[in-house]
């Protein structure tokens, strides 16, 4: 079965980064993209750019550029998703979501990462 | 791109229908039809409920129904249902290439 699973729930200091990862399973990595999608506490859906697995090209939102990294590594069937200088009211779950390449939408989500973000 | 407008609540008596706006620019809503809308309950993750403005993934309730007129998007639940209590977001995609969500409502069956 189709399966998003990301990695557990992280703490940071102020200024630190978290590295929050998505493993696939249950389908054909290659014909998807991933994104990344932030939700603070109590707000709304955030979307924060994509990585294609296959080629290993990104898309970021202009809010998080220079400041966030979505890499890949095929032979695991994952997806890293990288954000530095982290400030206290970034505290959010983090949810990765396949999109089936080119179609615009999200089909599938992972079950969501808390990153708090407190010194 | 700013998120698109959502009202904040919308609620309705069971039974009833009810419609959500989701207003953008020319430059995400009304520039292609790749709009879509997701589902959330409370502590859970988004659920896909329409996409390409119109239509249903398999298993979606054909009560969920969605349409677009210019600039703007729209959710309708009919008969709706104690189960629809939730909070729905709409997602288009910009003519950049990025993608923007909405603010978000919140369904409430009276």
């Known amino acids: 079965q189709v399966q998003l699973v990301q990695s557990g729930a992280e703490v940071k200091n102020p200024g630190a980064s978290v590295k929050v990862s998505c493993k696939a399973s249950?389908?054909?990595?290659?014909?998807?993209?991933i994104h990344w999608v932030r939700q603070a506490p109590g707000q709304g859906l955030e979307w924060m750019g994509f990585?294609?697995?296959?080629?290993?090209?990104?898309s970021y939102a202009q809010n998080f550029q220079g400041r966030v990294t979505m890499t890949r590594d095929t032979s695991t069937n994952t997806v890293y998703m990288d954000l530095s200088s982290l400030r206290s009211e970034e505290t959010a779950i983090f949810y990765c979501a396949r999109e089936p390449s080119g179609r615009c939408h999200f089909d599938f989500w992972g079950q969501g990462t808390v990153v708090t973000v407190s010194s | 791109h700013s998120a698109l407008t959502q009202p904040a609540s919308v609620s309705g008596s069971p039974g009833q229908s009810i419609t959500i706006s989701c207003t953008g620019t020319?430059?995400?809503?009304?520039?292609?039809?790749?709009v879509s809308w997701y589902q959330q309950h409370p502590g859970k993750a988004p659920k896909l409920m329409i996409y390409d403005v119109t239509n249903r993934p398999s298993g979606v309730s054909n009560r969920f129904s969605g349409s677009k007129s210019g600039n703007t998007a729209s959710l309708t639940i009919s008969g709706l249902q104690a189960e629809d209590e939730s909070d729905y977001y709409c997602?288009?995609?910009?003519?950049?290439?990025?993608?923007?969500f909405g603010t978000g409502t919140k369904v409430t069956v009276l």
């Open positions: 997602n288009s995609r910009t003519t950049s290439g990025t993608y923007v």
């Open positions: 249950g389908f054909t990595f290659s014909n998807y993209h």
């Open positions: 020319s430059s995400d809503v009304g520039g292609d039809n790749f």
């Open positions: 990585i294609n697995p296959s080629s290993g090209g990104t």
